[in-house]
């Protein structure tokens, strides 16, 4: 199925860092509790990310991630995540991150 570029274009993905990773033991998979800052245009959202196969959650501060910043926020037990950081899954279908190869500024969306 093919799509017109004007579809793909109302997904809004930027660039943002992350500034907190914390347990997540509510949720129903194993997952982080992410903050991260996405520049001032956007600002600093939250997001719930099944990372703990792969990450850290000391690794992940600092690191650079793309999320999706323009669908709804979503309630994930008792949090509310506001971003959908985005990931492909390896060989066990555990997710591992997509973020830019250098540094670039929070905020920047993927074209």
Known sequence: MT???????QVDIRVG????ADDFPEARKPAYKLTIDFGP???TKHSSAQLTAHY??????GRQVAAVVNFAPRQIGPFMS???VLGF???AGSVVLVGPDKPVANGGRLF
Not at 56 to 61: P, V
């Open 3 to 9: 799509i017109p570029y004007d579809t793909f274009d």
């Open 17 to 20: 860092t992350i500034l907190a």
């Open 41 to 43: 245009e956007i600002g």
């Open 56 to 61: 850290r959650r000391d690794a992940l501060i």
């Open 82 to 84: 506001e971003v959908l």
């Open 89 to 91: 899954p390896d060989t």
